[in-house]
Each structure stands twice: as C-alpha cells, then as structure tokens.
C-alpha cells in the first residue's frame, strides 16, 4: 500500500498534510499521535470513506483513490465493534462472505474456521449481548479477516476495553497478525500499544508524520521535539554542544556540567544550542564523592564537579510504582527522573548524587 502526496481539509481545516507513505506486504503499521492529528482521517482515506482532495492510494500498484469502499479490498474493525446485533456470532463473522454470494455451506465451514482462529470456538450461536467486550472485539476482528482483505484495518479498537483486557487483546491480535500475514494499519493515540505491536510507527502531529521507523529508533532515537515528548517519558535537557567524544557528542549542561550523547542527524557544532533526550530507565543514578559534595553540603554547580562525568544534583522525591522505583533528583538543569529496577538501592531524601547515562541511550538535536 502507497499513500502519495495525501492532503486532506475539513471544515476548512487541513487535517492531512503531505502524507508519504509506503507499506510492505504482510507489514504491521500505526499511526500513533494525539487527538486531532489526523491519523483516522489517513485511515479513513485508505478505506475509501473519505475522498483526499489531492494525492493518491495505491495498492497492488493500483490507483484506488476514487474506488468505493465497498469496491476495496479491506477489513476493518472499529472502536465500537459495529456487530449486528440480531446476527448470531457465527453470522456476523460470516456476513462477508454472504454478501460475496459464498454458499451456505463454505460460510458455516469458514466461520467455524475463524472462530477457532480468535479462540470463540462454541459461541458461534451467541448473540453480541451475550458476549463480554473482548469477544465482541475478537468478533469483529474475525469477520474483517474471513474475507482475506489486501488491508486490516484497526480504528482505535482497544480504546472501549480496561488495561488488563486491553493488554491481553493487543498481545492476541499482533500475534494473530503474524500468523495470518495480513497487511495491517492500526490507529491509537496508545504509545504501549503501538510499540508493543508494531512492525514500524509513524508518529503523528498537525496532519503530518514526524517520524516513521521501528519501535525501537522511534523510542531511543526520537526525531523531533514532539516525537521525544510523545512517545513515552523523557527527560528534556537544554545545553551546548562541546565537540566530538569517543562515544558520541559532549553536552555541556547547567553552564559547567560535560555529559554525552548520541546526535540525531547531523552533528552539532561547537557552542550551538542543543537539547537532549533521555529516558528515565537510562539514567544511573550513584553516589557523588565526597570531595565534590563538601561532605553533607549542597551539591556544587561549579566547575570542579565537571571531574565526575554526569550531572550532579540532590534526591528531591522517590516514588514506590511496585516492580520500579522513581527517583527525582534537582539539578542546576532542572529536575531529571531516573527509574531503578527493582532491588536497587534507593538513595535516600536530601542525598546528593550523579545523574548518568551512557551516550549510546541519549539523543541530541538542535535546540527548537
């Protein structure tokens, strides 16, 4: 599937900027972003519910800007389910089929099929109201793949369920998905969601991607701004770029304090204006010397602490969060999170300590 040039207003609004975009077959791809970015719409374009006022929908190498919905080749699952209420399961799931004139028989022996397929075996004769919220899902998933679309396509379909269930039917449908090979986009404004079971993301914002890659680069490798701020937690440092290192760039934070990082794109110059990005299960937190510290005295934001690689600062808060502890720790940059694993040792309130990462797990880009 090829989405080329896609542009897209309404109400006056463009929604959709410039969409490019080209999928492999048998790939596994979201659009991941906020409300309002214009990832339902791109949906919704590519199921042929919307007509894009400039660009192209190819699939197969085939223009299908202009083909009705109906014409595509394309299963979809919605947030709301849409299951025909006075349809049994079995018949919903086959209604595809039925609407494609298959016989009788094959639509029974098919559903049967599926059933199995979405672990609903004996409830092919239930009714939706009978069903709890993840088998009404697993339903709809059934019927948008029995009839072997080129495109599956996935509105938000977990958003109506709770964490746990929500968890447990993503893990379900990524692996379904890789089973049956078919081609899939997911919609969600979920990051877990979309790292958990994605081929590759496109993050999106006003209408535009951001950045498309896998998980992991979108994750460590964030960029834009908004792109780092969106995916996940992060820790946000300004700085100046301070020259080359053996393992990534030098950072210089707080006015005094060298730390590094891996740059995104081309590297920066010496004294530009930098940020950095750093996730909170990358940052190490330790003990700073006593020599630095003044023995109990407030941590030093002068010079002789640049000695000790990191950014030094004070334990402001940690926070319990079960299989993880949350450190807050203030700096002369501003407040850094770290989260340590478990069974790690907890500095304790007041404490003073070096915040550190090693450059490989941190990213650099000019300042926006």
Same mark, same amino acid.
């Given at each position: 599937m090829v989405l080329k040039g896609i542009h897209k207003s309404l109400g006056g609004k463009e929604v959709v900027r410039g969409i490019d975009l080209t999928m492999?077959?048998?790939? @596994?791809?979201?659009?991941?972003?906020?409300?309002?970015?214009?990832?339902?719409?791109?949906?919704?374009?590519?199921?042929?519910?919307?007509l894009p006022d400039s660009g192209a929908v190819e699939v197969d190498g085939r223009d299908i800007t202009r083909l009705p919905a109906n014409r595509r080749s394309m299963g979809m699952v919605f947030q709301s389910y849409a299951l025909f209420p006075h349809m049994t399961v079995a018949e919903n799931i086959a209604f595809g089929l039925r609407m494609r004139k298959v016989g009788a028989a094959r639509r029974s022996r098919r559903a049967a099929e599926f059933l199995e397929l979405v672990g609903l075996d004996g409830m092919g004769e239930r009714y939706?109201? #009978?069903?709890?919220?993840?088998? *009404?899902? *697993?339903?709809?998933?059934? *019927?948008?793949?029995?009839? &072997?679309?080129?495109?599956?396509?996935?509105?938000?379909? @977990?958003?109506?369920?709770?964490? #746990?269930?929500?968890v447990r039917l993503r893990e379900e449908v990524g692996a379904l998905q890789r089973r049956v090979g078919t081609t899939t986009i997911l919609v969600t404004h979920d990051q877990d969601e979309a790292l958990a079971v994605s081929d590759r993301i496109a993050v999106m914002a006003e209408g535009a991607i951001h950045q498309l890659d896998v998980p992991e680069t979108v994750y460590l490798r964030p960029a834009t701004d908004f792109v780092a701020q969106f995916v996940g937690e992060v820790n946000v440092l300004d700085g100046t770029a301070a020259g080359a290192a053996a393992d990534g760039h030098r950072c210089r934070i707080g006015g005094t304090h060298l730390v590094t990082a891996t740059p995104v794109g081309t590297a920066p110059g010496d004294g530009e204006s930098v940020r950095l990005y750093v996730r909170p299960e990358a940052v190490r937190v330790?003990?700073?010397? &006593?020599?630095?510290?003044?023995?109990?005295?407030?941590a030093t934001t002068s010079a002789p602490a640049a000695a000790e690689p990191g950014l030094p600062g004070t334990?402001?808060?940690?926070? @319990?969060?079960?299989? *993880?502890?949350?450190?807050?720790?203030?700096?002369?940059?501003?407040r850094v999170e770290a989260t340590l694993p478990f069974g790690a040792e907890v500095p304790g309130l007041g404490e003073e300590v070096i915040c550190a990462w090693q450059a490989q797990h941190a990213s650099l880009t000019a300042r926006p």
């Open positions: 492999e077959p048998g790939e @596994f791809l979201t659009l991941l972003g906020p409300s309002g970015c214009g990832k339902s719409t791109t949906l919704n374009m590519v199921a042929g519910h919307l939706p109201r #009978q069903l709890s919220g993840g088998q *009404r899902q *697993r339903t709809a998933l059934a *019927r948008a793949l029995i009839v &072997e679309p080129d495109l599956l396509l996935l509105d938000e379909p @977990f958003s109506n369920l709770d964490a #746990q269930l929500r330790r003990a700073l010397p &006593e020599a630095v510290s003044g023995k109990g005295g407030p334990v402001e808060a940690t926070r @319990f969060l079960g299989t *993880r502890v949350r450190c807050v720790v203030a700096t002369a940059a501003g």
